[in-house]
């Protein structure tokens, strides 16, 4: 079983950097795959990132590819979403989520998901 609780949301200005955390409770956050995912109003939830458990791969989408990284820190039961040069679209609320299964770019991979924090970034 794992909890998540993200936080680090805000409001920035396009060009600014943001850092999302997502604290994760449970004896095993490491056997777990993390992915983040964002949803704007009136929009499907849009797959982000993902990292495997030990941390040896990541996958990007690319709509954040060279702008956001992702990272874990298994010993503080946290992983982290770094976002610099944001821009007006990536308005949404973040989502952080683990999943037992080694690929994690979809939705129902996902066994567990966080309650979101809002990041706003304006023109």
């Known amino acids: 079983q794992v909890q998540l609780v993200e936080s680090g949301g805000g409001l920035v200005q396009a060009g600014g950097s943001l850092r999302l955390s997502c604290a994760a409770s449970g004896r095993t956050f490491s056997a777990y795959t993390m992915g983040w995912f964002r949803q704007a109003p009136g929009k499907e939830r849009e797959f982000l990132t993902y990292?495997?458990?030990?941390?040896?791969?990541?996958y990007y989408a690319d709509s954040v590819k060279g702008r956001f990284t992702i990272s874990r820190d298994n010993a503080k039961n946290t992983g982290y979403l770094q976002m610099n040069s944001l821009k007006p679209e990536d308005t949404a609320v973040y989502y952080c989520a683990c999943a037992l299964a080694r690929d994690g770019w979809r939705r129902n991979d996902y066994d567990y998901w966080g309650q979101g924090t809002q990041v706003t970034v304006s023109s």
């Open positions: 990292i495997w458990g030990s941390g040896a791969l990541t």
